[in-house]
């Protein structure tokens, strides 16, 4: 219920700035925009006074700092001050860890072990109309930072079916699934693979993973001609109806490149 009010709301304030729609009222917009940002931004300044206090992310509704123990108190003291001057409400939340690769993504785990994941590059369970690609990805990743386990022995061993404990956090093990993509045309697109002299046309929606030996994949421009590759330098094999086999042929160096390319933007090569 609480999910669902939170998106009607949000739905009417975001056509409050849609000239299209009868809820437009650019001021309304600016109004709350602003004023949040800009109330938002005095909290942070009172809070940049603390001593050893560092600013870790900031967006338009919320601010995570890092902060000596002993100024604690003096944290609350300032944030109750800034809701009865403002008269909002602040949640509090306290981690032990985040791993943040920006202020869209990241992997926190808070003081009693819970698991809050964030963005393209970490949210493992996503809601259903989001995009689920290569969700062993991420799978990975959360096990790397918070359990410490290698990006490889997570992938080489995820088909053996055992499900993974991230925190608090149960993360259910789907698979051959995990591994797959997917890539949905339209009237002007449509997805082709080749493979030596010979050209496949697939269905609308496909979906498929990175193999050592399979096709390359391509989307075709319907009316331009255009050709765009898809993972090019890889090659896939097409999963669009499950067959069970004792082994898939993964190449796990791709995995473990995209899981790589999440590491060094956070660790800096460190």
Known sequence: MNTAIKLALNGTYGK???KWSFFYDPKYTMSITINGQLLLAMLIEELAELKDITVLQANTDGVTVKIPKEELSKLQTICSDWE???QLELECNYY??????DVNNFIAQDVDGHIKDKGLAFEIDKAIYKNHSMRIVRIALANYFINYVPIELTLRDHLLGNDYQIGTKKVKNHGIF???LSYKGNKDWSLVGKEEDKEYK???TNRYYITNSGVNLFKNHSSDGRVIGLQVGWEATIFNKYVKQDTYDINYDFYTKECQKIIKSIENDN
């Open 84 to 86: 009865k001057l403002t």
């Open 178 to 180: 995990d591994f797959c």
């Open 96 to 101: 032990q860890k985040m791993v943040i690769r």
């Open 16 to 18: 409050s700035n849609d």
């Open 202 to 204: 697939y269905q609308k």
